[in-house]
């Protein structure tokens, strides 16, 4: 654990610059607004270790898949997020001197982003030749304007005289650290000095994915004006220089306004037009008043998702951090996006969308988002169901095989394991249905394209499976399941579950469905036999004597000992010990039976749940970002409050304490919701299976009390647990529901404790 910030319930600040852990400090202080994003890079430059990241929503590269071996059915590239032209350069001399914290001497460091709205503030005091200046820097990425960026930086003369130059610069010459083939993915187009603008395009490729053109622009401002510096273009690149002199006491505050535009929204020859009118809208207010009509549109959306907890700073500023991050990176404006690992923070995991989404996201954005948000999640899904059949045939298989990576439905991950075995994946996007309509009670979507996405999945499932004649059973071979530690296994036990209930679900949809999404479907009689046949002779893995589902067919056979027995210096595994060895091993990454369980929570006992918690967590490594939240949920429906505590904080405080030492290359993002599952599905317990909400609320022992909003089925309900509960209708229509199995009506102004 690697703790660099201070605890504060809504600052994430730190008066020390860690430059042996710069990158880690550049991952916590990135900055997005759903349509754009970048780490916490300093706006004047720094030379030593760092990774320069600049990220636009949709904006991919399909990079060259690069193997020894090559494979049928194989993808041709691996599509990544590419690193962005960047805005946000203000290089910075002082009496010639170049200011840069990685050599320059400085004092007085202080960094911190205000959870409040995203804003991102830095100061510290150059100390050149005979003269110290005070610099302060601000930026935010406008929720109210997508396009635009705001920079702005002040510099304050506390001795001496001093001659500062500010270099605004838009840098299209960048690279990638993470590719296979090549580190640049930029052509320059052109350089517009007049303008202060250059448009660059993504290089040809040979996979009939689209190139993208991304213009920038950008205009400097002092006291709300427009200032005309020096500007000078070479290629892919705009510097605009502006020299000040000022004497001991005088300061000088520059801002900088960007406007970024895609191809995306925007048809290139279209680009320097349109920016030019957003500039305009931009220019004709202050600095000011942007952020406070940014922190507004903030403002309202916290009034319905904040969470506050009493007794536990680190746990407080851990749940904050974690939605602003996760707000930063979607909330649903464009219904072409999604949400990836790692957001707008970094570059692995390419940027693209996973099963992550439907299994983690989808749960808690129903709950703290409009129903729209979640509804565009889903319909990301639909609109990608050609690329989802594509995927299946590609296996030689009927029906739609959802991708594990991709940016257009089409799978674009370079692993065998994953791209071939890991097709529990399809479960996860049909359950996101499942769990959308249970929770709103909005059939329209389930009823038609969520219908078409269901049989699509289930038919692929019905082509997948095999009959053993051996065991008169059904079975599914060669897969890798959530827990990546084993790979190309028999019966995988949460596979063979996810894939009956699948086509369990699908049927009894099917029986729902509009009439016309019905007939063009056209499932024969034949196949809904054959579909039932599955679900009535599946084959799963159990033990009786241990009394548990076994997460595959020879598990058991492995040597069985608990992750306690691991030397703390071999600890991640995943960065210490050969792959080979990692299979063999009886570890487990994340939840794999128990994510089952999990989902699938009405269908088990408490005693087999307990079994199985008890049989898997100790074998646990929770190197996946995504297992510690699962495992917190059953923890605290087993009682067992304590380790439901314990898991909280390794999800809550994921990326603020580097529990998995990986957090340079980028935040997790698709975890982040597991803080916000461990809260209110865990501690709380809340449920909403069988058409009604349920509570069974818990208060970890060194908490005083936790308080959340949730929306419900056009209703606002306030949940507050401490000695006593109480759970308060603040808007909509009245509610019966329950709290620990006693049923309770509620209406607006009255409180249940």
């Given at each position: 654990?690697?703790?660099?910030?201070?605890v504060?319930?809504?600052?994430v600040?730190?008066h020390?610059l860690?430059?042996?852990?710069?990158?880690?400090?550049e991952s916590?202080?990135?900055?997005?607004?759903?349509?754009m994003?970048?780490?916490?890079?300093?706006?004047?430059g720094y030379?030593?270790?760092?990774?320069?990241g600049?990220?636009?929503?949709?904006?991919?590269?399909?990079d060259k898949?690069?193997?020894?071996?090559?494979k049928?059915?194989?993808?041709?590239?691996?599509?990544?997020?590419?690193?962005?032209?960047?805005?946000?350069?203000?290089?910075?001399?002082?009496?010639?001197?170049?200011?840069?914290?990685?050599t320059?001497?400085?004092?007085?460091?202080?960094l911190?982003?205000d959870?409040?709205?995203?804003?991102l503030t830095?100061?510290?005091?150059?100390?050149g030749?005979?003269?110290?200046?005070?610099?302060?820097?601000?930026?935010?990425?406008?929720?109210?304007?997508?396009?635009?960026?705001?920079?702005?930086?002040?510099?304050?003369v506390?001795?001496?005289?001093?001659?500062v130059?500010?270099?605004?610069?838009?840098?299209?010459q960048?690279?990638?650290?993470?590719?296979?083939y090549?580190?640049?993915?930029?052509?320059?187009l052109?350089?517009?000095?007049?303008?202060?603008?250059?448009q660059?395009q993504?290089?040809?490729?040979?996979?009939g994915?689209p190139?993208?053109?991304v213009?920038?622009?950008?205009q400097l401002?002092?006291?709300?004006?427009?200032?005309?510096g020096?500007?000078a273009t070479t290629s892919?690149?705009?510097?605009e220089?502006?020299?000040v002199q000022l004497?001991?006491?005088?300061?000088?505050q520059l801002?900088k306004d960007?406007?970024?535009?895609t191809?995306?929204?925007?048809?290139?020859?279209a680009?320097?037009?349109t920016?030019?009118?957003?500039?305009?809208?931009?220019?004709?207010?202050?600095?000011?008043?942007?952020?406070?009509?940014?922190t507004d549109?903030?403002e309202?959306?916290?009034?319905?998702?904040?969470?506050?907890?009493?007794?536990?700073p680190?746990?407080?500023?851990g749940?904050?951090?974690n939605?602003a991050q996760?707000f930063?990176?979607?909330?649903?404006?464009d219904?072409?996006l999604n949400?990836?690992?790692?957001?707008?923070t970094?570059?692995?995991?390419g940027?693209?969308?996973?099963?992550?989404?439907?299994?983690?996201?989808?749960?808690?954005?129903?709950?703290?988002t409009?129903?729209?948000v979640?509804?565009?999640?889903?319909?990301?899904?639909h609109?990608?169901l050609?690329?989802a059949?594509?995927?299946?045939?590609?296996?030689?298989?009927?029906?739609?095989?959802?991708p594990?990576?991709?940016?257009?439905?089409?799978e674009?991950h370079n692993?065998?394991?994953?791209?071939?075995?890991?097709?529990?994946?399809?479960a996860?996007?049909?359950?996101?249905?499942?769990?959308?309509t249970?929770y709103?009670?909005d059939?329209?979507?389930?009823k038609?394209?969520?219908?078409?996405?269901?049989?699509?999945t289930?038919?692929?499932?019905?082509?997948?499976v095999h009959?053993?004649?051996?065991?008169?059973?059904y079975?599914?071979?060669?897969?890798?399941?959530?827990?990546?530690y084993?790979?190309?296994?028999?019966?995988?036990w949460?596979?063979?579950t996810?894939?009956?209930w699948?086509?369990?679900?699908?049927l009894?949809?099917?029986?729902?469905?509009?009439?016309?999404?019905?007939?063009?479907l056209?499932?024969?009689d034949q196949?809904?036999?054959?579909w039932?046949?599955i679900i009535?002779?599946?084959y799963y893995p159990?033990?009786?004597?241990?009394?548990?589902?076994?997460?595959?067919?020879?598990?058991?056979?492995?040597?069985l000992?608990p992750?306690?027995t691991i030397p703390?210096?071999?600890?991640?595994?995943?960065?210490?010990w050969?792959?080979?060895?990692?299979?063999?091993?009886p570890?487990?990454k994340?939840?794999?039976?128990?994510?089952?369980?999990?989902?699938?929570?009405d269908?088990?006992?408490k005693?087999?749940?307990?079994?199985?918690?008890?049989?898997?967590?100790?074998?646990?490594?929770?190197?996946?970002?995504?297992?510690?939240?699962i495992?917190?949920?059953?923890?605290?429906?087993?009682?067992k409050?304590d380790?439901?505590?314990?898991?909280?904080?390794?999800?809550?405080?994921?990326?603020?304490?580097?529990?998995?030492?990986d957090?340079?290359?980028?935040?997790?993002?698709?975890s982040?919701s597991?803080?916000?599952l461990?809260?209110?599905?865990?501690?709380?317990?809340?449920r909403y299976?069988?058409d009604?909400?349920?509570?069974?609320?818990?208060?970890?022992?060194?908490?005083?009390?936790?308080?959340?909003?949730?929306?419900?089925?056009?209703?606002?309900?306030?949940?507050?647990?401490?000695?006593?509960?109480?759970?308060?209708?603040?808007?909509?229509p009245?509610?019966?529901?329950?709290?620990?199995?006693?049923?309770?009506?509620?209406?607006?102004e009255?409180?249940h404790?």
């Amino acid at each position: 654990m690697k703790r660099l910030f201070e605890v504060d319930p809504w600052l994430v600040a730190t008066h020390h610059l860690d430059k042996a852990d710069r990158r880690l400090q550049e991952s916590i202080t990135a900055v997005g607004n759903g349509y754009m994003g970048l780490r916490g890079n300093f706006e004047e430059g720094y030379s030593g270790d760092s990774l320069q990241g600049t990220y636009l929503g949709g904006v991919w590269f399909p990079d060259k898949t690069r193997v020894g071996w090559w494979k049928i059915g194989y993808p041709e590239y691996f599509g990544k997020v590419i690193n962005a032209p960047s805005f946000l350069g203000i290089g910075i001399t002082v009496n010639g001197e170049q200011v840069d914290l990685a050599t320059s001497r400085y004092r007085d460091f202080y960094l911190a982003l205000d959870l409040h709205q995203g804003l991102l503030t830095r100061r510290f005091v150059y100390l050149g030749d005979g003269v110290e200046v005070r610099f302060e820097f601000a930026r935010f990425l406008s929720q109210t304007i997508k396009e635009a960026a705001f920079v702005s930086v002040k510099a304050t003369v506390l001795r001496g005289h001093a001659a500062v130059t500010f270099d605004a610069s838009l840098d299209g010459q960048v690279t990638n650290e993470d590719s296979n083939y090549d580190e640049r993915f930029w052509v320059p187009l052109h350089e517009d000095a007049a303008a202060k603008s250059i448009q660059l395009q993504t290089k040809p490729n040979p996979y009939g994915v689209p190139q993208f053109t991304v213009l920038l622009k950008q205009q400097l401002r002092v006291n709300d004006q427009p200032v005309n510096g020096q500007v000078a273009t070479t290629s892919g690149q705009l510097h605009e220089q502006v020299t000040v002199q000022l004497a001991e006491g005088q300061s000088y505050q520059l801002e900088k306004d960007a406007i970024v535009v895609t191809s995306r929204d925007v048809a290139p020859a279209a680009q320097a037009t349109t920016a030019a009118q957003l500039m305009k809208r931009v220019t004709a207010q202050s600095f000011a008043a942007h952020l406070a009509a940014h922190t507004d549109r903030w403002e309202q959306r916290w009034a319905k998702s904040d969470v506050v907890i009493e007794g536990d700073p680190a746990a407080q500023q851990g749940i904050r951090f974690n939605i602003a991050q996760l707000f930063m990176t979607y909330y649903g404006e464009d219904k072409r996006l999604n949400i990836g690992p790692k957001g707008f923070t970094g570059e692995k995991y390419g940027g693209a969308t996973y099963w992550d989404t439907e299994a983690f996201i989808v749960p808690m954005y129903l709950a703290v988002t409009p129903p729209e948000v979640t509804r565009a999640l889903l319909q990301y899904r639909h609109d990608q169901l050609p690329g989802a059949f594509h995927n299946a045939r590609q296996q030689g298989l009927a029906g739609a095989l959802y991708p594990m990576v991709t940016f257009n439905g089409i799978e674009c991950h370079n692993e065998w394991e994953i791209t071939f075995e890991e097709i529990h994946r399809n479960a996860a996007i049909a359950f996101a249905i499942y769990q959308y309509t249970a929770y709103t009670g909005d059939e329209s979507y389930v009823k038609h394209d969520g219908l078409e996405v269901l049989v699509g999945t289930a038919r692929f499932w019905a082509d997948r499976v095999h009959f053993s004649q051996r065991t008169q059973q059904y079975m599914i071979h060669g897969v890798t399941g959530p827990n990546e530690y084993e790979n190309n296994v028999n019966n995988n036990w949460y596979t063979n579950t996810m894939a009956v209930w699948e086509l369990q679900y699908t049927l009894e949809r099917l029986a729902k469905g509009d009439a016309d999404v019905v007939t063009a479907l056209a499932v024969t009689d034949q196949e809904k036999q054959h579909w039932q046949a599955i679900i009535d002779h599946m084959y799963y893995p159990t033990d009786d004597q241990l009394g548990i589902f076994v997460q595959q067919d020879n598990f058991l056979d492995k040597d069985l000992r608990p992750a306690s027995t691991i030397p703390v210096d071999q600890r991640p595994i995943n960065q210490h010990w050969s792959w080979d060895r990692i299979l063999r091993s009886p570890f487990i990454k994340q939840a794999d039976v128990l994510q089952g369980l999990y989902f699938l929570n009405d269908r088990f006992t408490k005693a087999e749940k307990e079994r199985n918690f008890d049989f898997y967590e100790p074998l646990t490594v929770h190197e996946s970002s995504l297992s510690p939240s699962i495992h917190a949920v059953l923890a605290a429906e087993l009682g067992k409050i304590d380790k439901a505590t314990e898991l909280y904080a390794r999800t809550a405080r994921l990326d603020l304490d580097d529990y998995n030492h990986d957090t340079q290359d980028g935040l997790h993002i698709t975890s982040m919701s597991g803080s916000w599952l461990a809260i209110v599905q865990g501690f709380a317990g809340m449920r909403y299976d069988h058409d009604q909400l349920r509570f069974h609320p818990q208060l970890p022992k060194n908490w005083r009390r936790y308080q959340f909003k949730l929306n419900y089925r056009g209703r606002l309900l306030a949940v507050d647990v401490g000695q006593t509960v109480t759970v308060s209708l603040l808007a909509g229509p009245a509610l019966d529901m329950a709290i620990d199995g006693k049923p309770v009506h509620l209406e607006v102004e009255d409180g249940h404790a």
